[in-house]
């Protein structure tokens, strides 16, 4: 265990915030201060924490004060010193005598050293600023007197940007500092510390992190970085989040190389603006239709794909797609992965959507659609489109598939992970029925997994040919995600319904009852991961029923 001497002279809030976090294990062993009526003395006693003062008496140097401060600091056992508004300049007399001592600085050294950091940020009118964890190092000379040029001069183990915002005067950036900035950068320095992650060359003037890398390729974590940096500009705000009482704004990764809802173009430009519902929705709606190379269509409500499909041409797509379910694709969103024509833009105006998304439009197509006064019409670039290789084989429609991450903000956190960018083909199959699917469910089973990728679990998908005919998303229950798939296939679906159609579930049966209740609606294949200590009552279940079954061996959950 990591134990630290920390040296304050006031309210030490960066070493409580250490104490109460305990980075990498690490414990505050003694707060030391110069004031005997610092309040980090007691808040640190208030924690069980032991206290020592050293109080700066007159006419007693520089390094006299640092001798009586390390004959204080004797009765403790500590491995780093965190200083944190003390505000001494430390000789040698001190630092020879201690373990490695780090200090915080608020600003992104070398910019703005010195004791008004804040101020002089301020006066440069820079847009960001920050702080910087750095390895204290002697700033005095022979007769402890400082050395301007060598104040916060050590290595630096560790910094974190923070904004400067118009409007910003020395007590709101000083908060800002230390809130967005000290409170990560201070406790995170610690951590590698408490870990043995850090090695300091003091001679060379230099500190590695062995723990701020990203793992390799090869490692298990596949390249997850250590560190996630981002950095996004707000493109405009909105009229309000999910619901008119929060506010919101949309923020652009300028450094984004695919398709993308957040730099398409709004044709119409007299609509309204998207709203936080219609980017999140055209966003599901675009990256479902880069599942497919064919000519495809979706139509998504909150999030959700109402009905998808791909034909040998777009309009066809679109009609089937829509099919699916009418009724709830009123008011949803419409994405399209080839450039829009005027017969399919007859067919989008024909009910009511809020935004249709391509990557591009004929004249023709842009006419009809602007004759809906507020269907927002977006063109995600038809630089997209990449031309047929030299082999003649057409291309993925919208272009590659480029950014690797996504990420979910949890409170106090987020959740980071790699797209789901599975992509199975009949050969990935293992039939474990004594029927065989026919190549018609096959070519089902491949499109409704692939489709299925983007339907909230618990989620159920019914497919006939490469189009959806009932979706089920979003269930606590998978027995009641495959009903409600039938019921929107039997009663919303358009000339068309569940019998003789492929079902395709994100995760394992459990339990026989949902391969049951597929039977009773007419299913006549089923896709799944397989993988449940149930598979073999599951499969048997199917047998008696006829039904054709066959495991992709991964799963495809999604539940944001």
């Known amino acids: ?275 936080y519902n219609n980017y999140n929705d055209a966003d599901g709606a675009l990256n479902l239709i880069k599942e497919f190379d064919e000519p495809a269509a979706a139509v998504i409500k909150h999030t959700n794909p109402a009905g998808c499909a791909t034909a040998d041409s777009l309009v066809e797509a679109y009609d089937r797609a829509l099919s699916t379910d009418p009724m709830s694709a009123f008011g949803g969103i419409v994405a399209l992965n080839r450039e829009c024509d005027a017969a399919t833009a007859e067919q989008v105006i024909d009910s009511f959507k809020e935004v249709v998304v391509a990557p591009g439009y004929s004249e023709e197509a842009l006419e009809v659609l602007c004759e809906k006064e507020n269907l927002r019409v977006l063109d995600v670039g038809r630089e997209a489109l990449r031309a047929s290789d030299a082999s003649g084989e057409q291309p993925r429609a919208l272009g590659e598939r480029t950014d690797r991450f996504t990420e979910k903000p949890l409170v106090g956190g987020r959740l980071v992970q790699e797209r789901d960018l599975q992509s199975i083909t009949v050969d990935n199959l293992e039939v474990v029925t004594e029927r065989e699917p026919t190549d018609e469910e096959l070519e089902s089973m491949v499109f409704a997994w692939q489709t299925l990728k983007h339907v909230k679990s618990n989620g159920i998908l019914l497919a006939q040919g490469t189009e959806t005919v009932g979706v089920g998303m979003g269930q606590v229950s998978r027995v009641d995600a495959v009903r409600l798939a039938a019921m929107k296939a039997d009663e919303h679906a358009e000339g068309k319904d569940a019998e003789g159609a492929v079902m395709a579930s994100d995760a394992f049966f459990p339990f026989p009852d949902g391969i049951e209740e597929a039977a009773e609606a007419g299913i006549e294949a089923v896709i799944q991961p397989g993988g449940s200590v149930n598979d073999d009552d599951v499969i048997e279940a199917a047998d008696e029923h006829g039904i054709a079954m066959a495991f992709t061996g991964q799963r495809s959950f999604r539940h944001d």
């Open 1 to 275: 265990m990591t134990r630290i001497a920390g040296l304050a002279g006031n309210r030490g809030r960066n070493l409580l915030n250490v104490a109460d976090r305990r980075p990498g294990g690490a414990d505050l062993a003694v707060v030391l201060s110069y004031d005997e009526e610092a309040p980090v003395l007691e808040a640190a006693a208030e924690r069980g924490i032991p206290t020592e003062v050293v109080p700066l008496e007159d006419g007693v140097d520089r390094r006299e004060h640092e001798r009586a401060v390390n004959e204080a600091l004797s009765d403790h056992e500590f491995d780093l010193v965190c200083l944190d508004g003390y505000m001494r300049i430390l000789s040698d007399t001190f630092l020879e005598a201690q373990p490695t001592t780090l200090n915080v600085h608020p600003s992104l050294l070398p910019a703005f050293p010195g004791d008004d950091a804040w101020g002089d940020a301020l006066e440069a009118d820079v847009s960001v600023t920050g702080c910087t964890v750095h390895v204290v190092t002697d700033a005095t000379d022979d007769e402890g007197e400082v050395l301007e040029e060598e104040i916060d001069a050590g290595p630096i183990v560790t910094q974190e940007p923070v904004p400067v915002y118009e409007g910003d005067d020395e007590e709101t950036l000083k908060e800002r500092v230390l809130h967005e900035g000290e409170f990560r950068a201070y406790p995170r320095a610690v951590k590698w510390f408490a870990e043995g992650a850090v090695d300091v060359d003091l001679e060379a003037g230099e500190v590695s992190v062995d723990a701020d890398v990203s793992s390799p390729d090869d490692a298990d974590h596949d390249g997850l970085p250590a560190r996630r940096l981002v950095s996004s500009d707000r493109l405009s705000t909105l009229r309000y989040g999910e619901n008119p009482h929060q506010d919101a704004a949309v923020y652009a990764d300028y450094t984004c190389e695919e398709a993308s809802v957040v730099h398409a173009d709004q044709l119409n430009e007299g609509a309204k603006a998207l709203s």
